[in-house]
T-cell receptor, first 115, second 109 residues
């Protein structure tokens, strides 16, 4: 089973709202990722968790706050977002072997609209 | 040179045609390469991994040319369902992937 699930599928929020995106995998993977994708562009890496510790933050604004409660779950907390943050937010996971050969498996994404 | 470079297309081909995409990469130390397929408004899905000279899976063949630092994807007998964006992906570190901009393929009747 190579499934990564994400909720919600769609989210509309105002600039003063606080919301959270959720991601789950049951493949025993030890690395999890958040990406942001705008239309007609490739995914852009935001955060990487390796063995439940934040290992990469690609200079993401603090209005995005990641959390990894356990090895199967990854959350992205959103607060005071801007309209330009509207995008598809993708979660991915990989075995986390550190070999550089790991395949990343993507979830279906959350389509976020900030009004 | 960009880290990973692809022709954005679109490539418009008739059903049954053979089409090939190239992708060039700048890091000569890269050891593994991936082709992902992404349908409109959907997530990227792994199509093929390439670790040595190439890989074949049915109608799809990926070739790696380390001397010239490019990877190609060949699709034979194109189907309408092959219409998608094909992303060339090269790991830049153990946990970080570099994506090409993607090549859009449209297969027509």
């Amino acid at each position: 089973d190579t499934e990564v699930t994400q909720t919600p599928k769609h989210l509309v929020m105002g600039m003063t709202n606080k919301k959270s995106l959720k991601c789950e995998q049951h493949m025993g993977h030890r690395a999890m990722y958040w990406y942001k994708q705008k239309a007609k562009k490739p995914p852009e890496l935001m955060f990487v968790y390796s063995y439940e510790k934040l290992s990469i933050n690609e200079s993401v604004p603090s209005r995005f706050s990641p959390e990894c409660p356990n090895s199967s779950l990854l959350n992205l907390h959103l607060h005071a977002l801007q309209p330009e943050d509207s995008a598809l937010y993708l979660c991915a996971s990989s075995p986390g072997s550190g070999s550089g050969r790991d395949t990343q498996y993507f979830g279906p994404g959350t389509r976020l609209t900030v009004l | 040179r960009k880290e990973v470079e692809q022709d954005p297309g679109p490539f418009n081909v008739p059903e049954g045609a053979t089409v090939a995409f190239n992708c060039t990469y700048s890091n000569s130390a890269s050891q593994s390469f991936f082709w992902y397929r992404q349908d409109c408004r959907k997530e990227p899905k792994l199509l093929m991994s390439v670790y040595s000279s190439g890989n074949e899976d049915g109608r799809f063949t990926a070739q790696l040319n380390r001397a010239s630092q490019y990877i190609s994807l060949l699709i034979r007998d194109s189907k309408l369902s092959d219409s998608a964006t094909y992303l060339c992906v090269v790991p830049s570190t153990a946990s970080k992937l570099t994506f090409g901009t993607g090549t859009r393929l449209q297969v027509t009747l």
